[in-house]
């Protein structure tokens, strides 16, 4: 598994919870990071993006309230989330591409729960 996310968990309507994601391939071989979230019974919506470059990109519904940062160093992306509202239960999944021995690549994590709920 090369992406292995974390920090998912319970939290109260108004909270904050932050979630991170390592990938594991070659520093420097990282492009474009995301997030993305899935509620049951619907598709996978983006949630936010950034690139190497640290060009952000969020949805509609989570601008304002939530950041997205990474380390280039460690391969590391972070959501930062506040405010958060029941609507934003979801399982989030961490999303990469890049290119790796010349070859590009696109690959998720394993998907992280967030519960928002009192």
């Known amino acids: 598994v090369q992406l292995q996310a974390s920090g998912g968990g319970l939290v109260q309507p108004g909270g904050s919870l932050r979630l991170s994601c390592r990938d594991s391939?070659?520093?420097?071989?990282?492009?474009?990071m995301a997030w993305y979230r899935r509620v049951p019974g619907k598709q996978r919506e983006l949630v936010a993006s950034i690139t190497r470059g640290g060009n952000t990109n969020y949805a509609d519904s989570v601008k304002g309230r939530f950041a997205i940062s990474r380390d280039n160093a460690g391969n590391t992306v972070y959501l930062e989330m506040s405010s958060l509202k029941p609507e934003d239960t979801a399982v989030y999944y961490c999303?990469?591409?890049?290119?790796?021995?010349?070859?590009?690549?696109?690959?998720w994590g394993q998907g992280t729960l967030v519960t928002v709920s009192s």
């Open positions: 999303w990469s591409t890049g290119t790796l021995g010349g070859s590009g690549y696109v690959d």
């Open positions: 391939r070659i520093s420097g071989s990282v492009n474009t």
